[in-house]
């Protein structure tokens, strides 16, 4: 679907949109999204709470052929609880859907589907199977990252990886506690643990660790350990000033060129065979008194 671009704010690049997406995590999605083409893996995109839509851009630019992004959100609507409703006012009170279409068409042509409910309809908005990659960024509590974990299961086809954010935030344990839940319980296989997120599969992850440590180990820009943990092979990485992948431009940026520089301004000839007094004397001298000058210089 296409839609006017009517924004007063004017994001240029990714860093210009609001949220929290550092650039760490901005690099892994790009790994494990362009792992995917190179797989050949295909299927759909779908994004969990959006925010203003900064990783929501660069999923949108990851998409394949007739492949589908959807992003779901309450953005100003009703939350299904008294509970999500307060952490939605205290967080996301600034948050409208308007201001989400307009980041994201700041950068693409046309808005992803774009469900306005509670994340817990999305099975009922994507079909079974049907995804490669799902980011889960909406509530906090547990009962809801509980059921997006498993949305995000049934959702998720052959070679998907799901992706939590503020899995082990302090003001989020309720996201922490649906996470290990789900790696101890519900089958879940840990990928690589960021700073802010955990990325995850109910595939083999071995394929997957093997050709991302690779990638690590080859960076200087990346403190990476790896641990065991109840049978779970766990890849830890921390930004050591990493630099985020190029980030697309939006419509807004304009190539700035130099201007080339003002020629200098002409210097007047130097006469030749006078000083500068002489010349002075004969510039600023009236001219009986100059002709009298000129005798007296000759004499």
């Known amino acids: 679907m296409t839609a006017v671009h009517t924004t007063a704010r004017r994001p240029i690049d990714l860093d210009d949109v609001p949220g929290w997406f550092p ?3 901005r690099l892994l999605f790009t790994w494990f999204l362009e792992r995917q083409a190179r797989q050949e893996v295909r299927g759909d995109l779908l994004e969990l709470g959006v925010y203003m839509g900064k990783s929501a851009v660069l999923l949108g630019q990851h998409l394949h052929g007739a492949e589908k992004f959807t992003v ?21 009170a600034s948050l409208t859907r308007r201001a989400f279409e ?32 799902v980011h889960i960024d909406a509530s906090h ?23 939590l954010d503020d899995f082990r935030s302090e003001h989020t344990p309720g ?22 997120k955990l ?15 690779a990638m690590l180990r080859e960076r200087n820009d990346i403190a990476l350990s790896v641990q065991q943990a109840a049978g779970h092979r766990l890849v830890r990485v921390k930004s050591k000033a990493v630099k985020a992948p190029a980030s ?13 520089k003002a020629a200098p301004a002409p210097q007047p000839a130097p006469v030749r065979g006078r000083s500068l007094a002489r010349r002075i004397a004969v510039d600023l001298t009236p001219p009986v008194v100059t002709r009298a000058v000129r005798r007296a210089v000759k004499g």
């Open 23 to 25: 650039p760490l995590d």
């Open 72 to 92: 779901c959100d309450l953005f100003e609507g009703d939350a299904p609880d008294e509970a999500n409703q307060a952490e939605s006012t205290k967080s996301y």
């Open 102 to 133: 307009e980041n994201y068409l700041s950068f693409h042509d046309e808005l992803p589907q774009v469900v306005q409910a509670p994340s817990s309809v999305i099975s009922g908005e994507v079909d079974p199977s049907t995804c490669r990659f």
């Open 141 to 163: 509590l547990y009962e809801h990252v509980y059921g997006d974990i498993g949305a995000a299961r049934e959702l998720l086809g052959p070679d998907g990886v799901v992706v």
């Open 175 to 196: 996201v922490s506690v649906a996470a290990w839940e789900a790696v101890l319980n519900r089958g879940l296989r840990p990928l690589c643990l960021s700073t802010q």
């Open 199 to 213: 990325y995850a599969t109910w595939e083999d992850p071995e394929p997957f660790q093997d050709e991302l440590l």
């Open 248 to 260: 697309p431009r939006s419509r807004h940026h304009v190539e700035v060129t130099e201007e080339p």
